[in-house]
């Protein structure tokens, strides 16, 4: 299959970084805190490097901070920086985050304090089920084509956008990181590797309305070549959406990515693979995980898949590349929902492997079931279905070893087959487990 080594971030332990300290002076409360963050990093950089200190019990509220090679900005415990909430110190466009850094070299943000994006101040409409969001949500850390970069111990809360958006970077480390968003608002993903290369991701808490750890190639950035060599491995996961996702948005190539140890609970999916552009999707392993996914409002997407892989095209006339060598193993799922994978003429995944896949189908939520979730795609994109403990379509060379449905709870109206296959190239199934409810 595939072997990604532990190390693959590249990134030195936890240590501070060698050079000047410089404490940032406790807010005085006369405004915006940005100048004076920005004059300690600005003099660490030209200092030759060092950490830029957010001390202890002190409120910074700051507009965007731009993060200079060779600096650490690390926030005391107790320390807080909190997203300003007055729309004349940002600029008028483009997108935004609260700490960025472009073309950097050896920098870290870390903690144990916290950021606060303040998502909440800025939405719309308050609803049960959903945020409505307002017309300008900056993200949280926005980082373009860094290398070294090392973000640890840190806290996150309320993130209005895109929380942690690595772009086009190379040698990342994210460790003991905690993102507490609200699980209404759209869009608040927790952890985003975007073009990226040499990552991992390990030992984080993230819940979130969105994607928690959702791996992309987005078309804005197109330029900076595919996303390879990720580690995702022993983190908690809630989400709204995805737990732990690769795409939807995935106009370059995915290569040699492994999710590892992960627990996910009160997720409306688990571990998903969503091609809907021109990128490939190859040498993936899912292992070692727990899921639990839920229905939740037809506004999210998802129908409560603990394994969601498909690759449909995006929009009339687009272009789509090709899942293949995909593995998923030692995976314990409770779900209101089966197994999803299919393709589509012109793309059908291929050497789809699940072993050791274990799904216990119950019910426990009010909202409906018995729906195929298929958007973004150009055909319709929620479809009446039975619940099966596996689905598979439209795809090639498909296993299944030592995989077993059972079904809890009463029985539902829109229960179905324990395994339910239509149009796959080549089916292996061996020592499988499980039967029809009905």
Same mark, same amino acid.
């Given at each position: ?203 984080? $808490? ?53 999710? $590892? ?178």
């Amino acid at each position: 299959m595939l072997l990604l080594l532990a190390g693959v971030g590249g990134c030195a332990a936890q240590s501070p970084m060698a050079g000047v300290t410089i404490q940032v002076p406790p807010p005085n409360g006369a405004g915006d805190d940005a100048p004076s963050i920005q004059d300690a990093i600005d003099r660490c950089h030209a200092a030759g490097g060092g950490r830029v200190m957010l001390p202890a019990g002190a409120v910074f509220t700051s507009g965007p901070l731009r993060l200079r090679s060779g600096v650490e900005l690390h926030l005391a415990k107790t320390a807080l920086l909190r997203l300003n909430l007055d729309h004349s110190v940002w600029p008028a466009k483009g997108r935004s985050y609260l700490v960025s850094a472009e073309d950097a070299e050896n920098i870290a943000i870390t903690g144990p304090g916290t950021i606060d994006g303040q998502g909440r101040q800025l939405m719309a409409e308050l609803g049960e089920h959903i945020h409505k969001p307002g017309p300008w949500r900056p993200g949280v850390v926005g980082l373009l084509r860094c290398r070294q970069v090392r973000m640890q111990d840190l806290v996150i809360r309320d993130g209005p956008h895109w929380t942690v958006h690595f772009i086009g970077c190379d040698g990342v480390l994210a460790e003991r990181v905690t993102i507490r968003n609200d699980r209404r608002i759209p869009n608040c993903d927790g952890i985003d590797p975007d073009h990226c290369r040499n990552v991992t991701i390990r030992d984080c $808490d993230i819940e979130a309305g969105d994607d928690c750890i959702v791996v992309k190639n987005t078309r804005r950035y197109a330029d900076l070549g595919p996303t390879e060599n990720i580690r995702v491995e022993n983190c908690d996961l809630k989400s709204t959406s995805a737990a732990l996702k690769i795409g939807t948005e995935s106009v370059s190539d995915f290569r040699n990515i492994v999710f $590892d140890r992960c627990r996910i609970r009160d997720s409306s999916r688990g571990l998903v693979i969503q091609l809907r552009d021109e990128g490939n999707v190859e040498n993936v392993v899912f292992s070692n995980m727990t899921v639990e996914t839920r229905l939740f409002h037809e506004a999210w997407w998802g129908r409560a898949e603990p394994i969601h892989v498909s690759a449909f095209v995006r929009q009339a006339g687009g272009k789509l590349g090709q899942i293949r060598n995909v593995r998923f193993e030692n995976i314990e799922a409770r779900s209101e929902n089966g197994v999803y994978l299919s393709g589509c003429d012109g793309s059908r995944p291929e050497e789809i492997a699940f072993d050791r896949v274990r799904i216990r189908i119950d019910k426990w939520t009010d909202w409906p079931g018995g729906q195929h979730d298929r958007r973004p795609c150009v055909m319709e994109g929620l479809v009446p279905h039975p619940t099966a403990g596996f689905y598979c379509a439209q795809a090639e060379s498909v296993s299944l070893r030592n995989c077993r449905v059972c079904w809890a709870g009463r029985p539902q109206p829109d229960d179905g087959a324990a395994l339910d296959v239509a149009a796959i190239g080549r089916l292996t199934v061996e020592g499988f487990g499980g039967n029809a409810r009905r």
